[in-house]
């Protein structure tokens, strides 16, 4: 298992380094669009007055022996839950991974979406299913801010935790900011404008956010498989080393303990040094072969 994570890995970080130029772009158009005075009024855009449900999209794996990799998500989100509870603010679960699933529903949580089988190896159109789903309640006004709890990859030794707000969406200024591109080299003429260009982007802005979290989500839990498995070798090798010797003290005492009996046995038989010698002979012989 600490070979196949290791590979998994591989991919998985090769997989999530492949789809950056994508989220890149998407963030550079946007960009281009704000600095050509966009200023689409979207309903992703728009933040409630007054928050009153709050959805967790809780991103952890189908699989355990993972390390703290499921653990940390789950408890994460359900603090932020327990947390905004205390304030009168409602929660609703949107749940990616069989682990997270178990949990909240062992624990008696209303779960009102499920998705398995996508963290593994996540692909474009799951992503987009779960991003239509969490932008259809937040647009239809069934939930007031989305939360997307997921854990980052930062290297194959570093993953860090992140609980980010998802839903509503940044202003079309902190957006192109966040790309941190410089002046605009060039004029764009955009069709039908500007607006109307931002305004069906900003779905696909969406889909590629949430789809660069499963990558990361991915890689991540198969960095921490790696680990765990590499202790769980490292750990077994040194439980053998230790029971080998416990079983060579065992045998041993054993055996010390059989020839002391062997030679008290024939000391109280008396007679001569000779017959002693040959009757403790003829005993470890027959003692040894039984041992």
Known sequence: MELIAATRVAK????????????????????????????????????????????????????????????????????????????????????????????????????????????????????????????????DGDIDQVILVFTEFVSIGTQKLAVRQFLPLESVTTIAAAGGGGELTAEFEFEPSADGVLESLLPRYVESRLFSALLDSSASEHANRQRAMKAATDNAEELITKLGRQLSSARQAAITTEIMEIVGGAEALGGDDDDKNATIQQILQTSTTSI
Do not use: C, W
């Open 12 to 139: 998985a970080q090769t997989r999530a380094n492949e789809a950056r130029p994508y989220a890149a772009r998407i963030t550079g158009v946007i960009e281009d669009l704000a600095k050509g005075g966009a200023s689409a009024s979207h309903p992703l855009l728009e933040a409630p007055e007054q928050v009153r449900k709050i959805a967790y999209v809780v991103i952890s794996g189908d699989r355990g022996l993972a390390g703290p990799y499921n653990s940390t998500v789950i408890r994460a989100a359900e603090r932020e839950i327990m947390d905004n509870q205390s304030k009168g603010v409602d929660y609703s679960l949107i749940l990616i991974g069989k682990k997270a699933r178990d949990y909240f529903r062992f624990r008696n949580y209303t779960i009102d979406a499920f998705y398995e089988g996508i963290t593994d190896t996540p692909d474009y159109d799951s992503a987009r299913e779960v991003a239509e789903y969490v932008s259809e309640q937040f647009i």
